[in-house]
C-alpha cells in the first residue's frame, strides 16, 4: 500500500529590507548617531503555516495558522 503524507505549502523568502544611516557629530570623539530601519515581510503576502493533514479529521486541508503580517522595526544608536 501507498501511504502519501500531505505537506503544507512551503514558505516563500519573507524579503527583509534593511536601511542604514549614521550620523557624525564629533570626528575628534568619534562620536556619533547611528539609525536604522528594517522590515520583514515587506510586501505583505500571506504566508500560511497551519495546514490540517489529518485525513480522518473533520477540516483536512484547511489553513489554521499564517505567519506574522509585516513587521517594521526602528532603531537608534549613539556611540561615544
Partial sequence: AVQVTPRPPPCASLKTSKLFKSFTFSEAR???????????????????????????????????????????????KLMF
Fill in 30 to 76: 568619534g562620536s556619533r548617531l547611528e539609525f536604522r530601519a528594517e522590515t520583514f515581510n515587506s510586501f505583505n503576502h500571506t504566508q500560511f503555516n497551519g495546514v490540517s493533514t489529518g485525513f480522518s479529521s473533520s477540516d483536512f486541508g484547511h489553513v489554521t495558522s499564517t505567519y506574522n503580517p509585516r513587521n517594521l522595526q526602528l532603531g537608534l
